[in-house]
């Protein structure tokens, strides 16, 4: 791996565990009247393209990111929507 990916990779891990106390405080809580449902779903829609765009430059960091990502703000957002 060059250290370009390396780089892309790092963020990745970082960005995407920033998702997981927020997904943990839902789930135990099913609390959600903080969370904008709006702002939720058009960062779903905005990381399923960003996945799509990884996918086809098949670039890893970008397509693990966004599919780690993806599964944990969708996460987010179905409670949002069930909790409602």
């Known amino acids: 791996m060059n250290p370009i990916e390396l780089i892309g990779l790092c963020a ?19 609390n959600t009247s903080a969370i904008s449902l709006l702002m939720y779903s058009l960062f779903v ?17 970008i397509i693990l990111a966004n599919s780690c990502t993806l ?6 957002l179905y409670f949002k929507i069930k909790y409602k």
């Not at 990745?12 to 099913?30: D, G, N, R």
């Not at 829609?45 to 960091?61: C, D, R, S, T, V």
């Not at 599964?71 to 987010?76: D, E, G, H, K, P």
């Open 12 to 30: 990745a891990v970082l960005t995407t565990t920033s998702f997981i106390p927020q997904v943990i405080q839902v789930w135990k809580t099913k």
């Open 71 to 76: 599964t944990l703000a969708s996460v987010v």
């Open 45 to 61: 829609f905005g990381i399923a393209l960003w996945l799509m765009y990884g996918i086809l430059k098949h670039n890893i960091p």
